[in-house]
């Protein structure tokens, strides 16, 4: 069963943080509070939605979690400036997912930052 309000507040958390770590990827703890909310709210993400065409949206963003979350632990165990940006880059990816699945969310309240 769909809670789309559960879904977009959690899809609003994960992309204000995807947004800090962009903005300062040299900074480590925002990755780290990133991966910490995708860790939580992965299951809210990945429970059945039903959206319709956007729900290929909700798919593909829970590969890209799999992904950053993969190349985070990757780089814990050797800093190196091409795994920060392919973290940066899956982080753009995974917003512009976030971009095309929050509008097809049943617009119940705004998000609180």
């Given at each position: 069963?769909?809670?789309a309000?559960?879904?977009?507040?959690?899809?609003?958390?994960?992309?204000?943080?995807?947004?800090?770590?962009?903005?300062?990827?040299?900074?480590?703890?925002?990755?780290?509070?990133?991966?910490?909310?995708?860790?939580?709210?992965?299951?809210?993400?990945?429970?059945?939605?039903?959206?319709?065409?956007?729900?290929?949206?909700?798919?593909?963003?829970?590969?890209?979690?799999?992904?950053?979350?993969?190349?985070?632990?990757?780089?814990?165990?050797?800093?190196?400036?091409?795994?920060?940006?392919?973290?940066?880059?899956?982080?753009r990816?995974?917003?512009?997912?976030?971009?095309?699945?929050?509008?097809?969310?049943?617009?119940?309240?705004?998000?609180?930052?």
């Open positions: 069963m769909s809670d309000p559960s879904l977009s507040r959690s899809l609003g958390l994960i992309d204000q943080a995807a947004l800090q770590a962009i903005l300062d990827p040299q900074d480590g703890k925002r990755l780290e509070i990133l991966c910490g909310l995708i860790a939580e709210h992965k299951p809210v993400v990945a429970a059945d939605h039903r959206l319709g065409d956007a729900d290929p949206w909700r798919l593909k963003l829970l590969g890209i979690f799999g992904e950053i979350l993969a190349a985070a632990e990757s780089a814990r165990r050797g800093p190196e400036a091409q795994r920060a940006r392919l973290i940066v880059s899956y982080l990816t995974m917003r512009s997912f976030i971009a095309k699945l929050l509008p097809a969310l049943p617009a119940d309240k705004p998000l609180q930052s």
